[in-house]
């Protein structure tokens, strides 16, 4: 599942939202606001589609010239400016995707209500060396090294106890939002015993994302609030380092959505995967009179 997916899941939601909060106004000024807001949505989702292409060319590219750097690392007698060339093309190569990448977070903005808001900052100011919060996006970050045992989906007792204080928010001022938990992993290599549960560090990310839900669903949360992704070691926070041991990057984060029940349909498959679907029986938006 690729950041754009996710990011135009979200933007989706916003614009079905519009759509039902439409149906709910009357007269021209309304009908005015509606139609921006629907511009503004297809803006979006354009402007993020685009943004999206551009990372994933710049991730190839990248890959390419880091191939191609290991190559001539391997032949005998190198000439070493064109080795240091080609750093110098990774270097800035590195800068651009970070730059593309906060360019898609700056997209990714969402404003919670007050209370849960406060709520949030609370908790990660009482746990600060496992939480913190990003009031802009909605997210609290968990520290995996202090989350998970090494190359475990297992979570520890310590952060149970802080889900629970989270759980609480979300049983109060945040019971109005869903819930959207994604891991991410350093770019170290699964080891032998690992990749007998966890094949790949994507595995290992989204295995850790569903054990913060099934936590989270013991404590009182419905599953149907709640989805699960793993990006791997393919979103860090910092460069990976050439051992590819950055702690940073090891975390699992949580987004604070509008809820979009009602909006859709959710299909239980046999693996117990809910399948999301439009809602057929949501009653459709009113159709406002212009001209009135």
């Not at 190839?60 to 010239?65: E, F, N, Q, T």
């Not at 070493?80 to 651009?96: F, G, M, N, T, W």
């Not at 990006?231 to 702690?247: F, K, Y």
Request: with cysteine; charged share 20%.
């Amino acid at each position: 599942m690729g950041i754009g997916r996710i990011a135009a899941g979200k933007l989706l939601a916003g614009a079905m939202s519009v759509l039902v909060l439409g149906g709910m106004l009357g007269g021209c000024a309304n009908q005015r606001a509606y139609d921006d807001a629907n511009r503004t949505n297809r803006a979006l989702q354009g402007q993020l589609a685009s943004m999206q292409s551009e990372l994933e060319s710049a991730n190839r590219s990248l890959a390419l010239k880091d191939r191609e750097l290991a190559a001539l690392r391997g032949v005998p007698g190198q000439n070493q400016a064109l080795i240091s060339e080609y750093e110098r093309q990774l270097r800035e190569k590195d800068d651009v995707i970070r730059r593309m990448q906060a360019g898609l977070n700056a997209l990714d903005t969402i404003s919670l209500d007050p209370a849960t808001d406060q709520a949030l900052a609370a908790l990660a100011s009482r746990y600060r060396d496992i939480l913190t919060y990003d009031s802009s996006r909605g997210m609290l970050r968990f520290n995996s090294d202090l989350t998970f045992d090494s190359g475990s989906d297992v979570v520890r007792p310590g952060a149970v106890q802080t889900l629970s204080q989270f759980a609480q928010i979300l049983q109060g001022s945040g019971a109005a939002y869903d819930v959207e938990i994604v891991g991410h992993t350093d770019s170290q290599p699964i080891s032998a015993r690992t990749a007998e549960r966890h094949p790949t560090n994507v595995h290992l990310s989204a295995h850790r994302a569903i054990s913060v839900r099934t936590e989270l669903t013991k404590l009182g949360i419905p599953a149907s609030r709640m989805m699960v992704g793993g990006w791997g070691e393919h979103r860090p926070l910092v460069a990976n380092t050439s051992t590819g041991n950055t702690p940073q990057n090891r975390r699992v984060e949580i987004f604070l959505r509008p809820s979009t029940a009602g909006l859709t349909a959710s299909v239980p498959t046999d693996d117990g995967i809910r399948v999301m679907t439009p809602d057929r029986t949501a009653p459709p938006p009113r159709v406002i009179d212009g001209t009135k």
